[in-house]
């Protein structure tokens, strides 16, 4: 199983639409980016996005335009699943899974297109594309939003979503101990939210779930670059 974080950044991205702060300015001479989050996770042959953020068409590009055979939508927030018109003409739209409520939310925006909706149930492992996957709910108040872990050939992928840091206890079991872990963690520590995890919150769950490693995704233009365990765009995780 192999990851690509195709994208790393929050609803804004990096850097920041006219934004002259440290980071942003960073970004721009440097030429590095935090694009919306969206994951891509692949199986031999086989193609799977966690996520179509806004940046998809570049995040495809750049990744060497694979061919995608399924989608899973976490929550119906525009940053995660509207990219997913990108699909218009260049390849059949991909059958998208999702819990109910967030596949007639994120489903109902591309009337324009035709395609598959599976809907799946919290916590009932299904396999798509070789792959297990296995949603559960977070805390993403007011939306109903879901994790995802992926199980491929005794490999294990986390993966929180847009979320606090106050999960039941079904959900945390289900990151405990997986080979990576892939978490929010939307703002530098000491900027408290209430529907998602800043930098100290999210590096002291992924002690508490002790995986084989684990990256922040989903920051703000307000994360520096240079802490630890930050994930960045392009970076490829090879779990074999």
Not at 196 to 216: I, K, S, V
Not at 226 to 239: A, H, I, K, R, Y
Request: net charge negative; proline share 8%; glycine share 10%.
């Amino acid at each position: 199983m192999r990851i690509t974080l195709l994208g790393t950044g929050d609803a804004v991205g990096t850097p920041k639409v006219g934004c002259g702060c440290p980071i942003c300015t960073r970004a721009i001479h440097s030429g590095i980016s935090r694009r919306r989050t969206s994951i891509l996770v692949q199986n031999g042959d086989e193609s799977l996005l966690i996520d179509t953020s806004p940046d998809l068409r570049a995040q495809l590009l750049s990744s060497g335009s694979p061919v995608i055979g399924a989608v899973c939508w976490t929550h119906g927030h525009y940053d995660h699943y509207s990219g997913y018109g990108d699909f218009y003409r260049v390849q059949r739209p991909p059958p998208a899974f999702a819990p109910e409520e967030v596949l007639e939310y994120c489903g109902g925006f591309f009337n324009f297109l035709s395609f598959d909706r599976v809907p799946v149930q919290a916590f009932e492992p299904i396999d798509i594309l070789g792959i297990t996957i296995t949603f559960f709910p977070v805390h993403h108040p007011p939306v109903p939003a879901f994790g995802i872990r992926c199980d491929c050939n005794g490999k294990t992928m986390g993966y929180t979503a847009d979320t606090h840091a106050n999960l039941c206890r079904e959900s945390l079991q289900l990151l405990e101990g997986v080979d990576l872990l892939l978490i929010d963690a939307i703002a530098p520590g000491g900027v408290h939210l209430k529907k998602h995890m800043n930098y100290a919150d999210a590096h002291a769950l992924a002690t508490r779930l002790n995986p084989g490693d684990w990256r922040c995704v989903h920051m703000s233009h307000t994360v520096p670059w240079d802490l630890p365990n930050l994930g960045m765009d392009g970076e490829v995780f090879d779990l074999c």
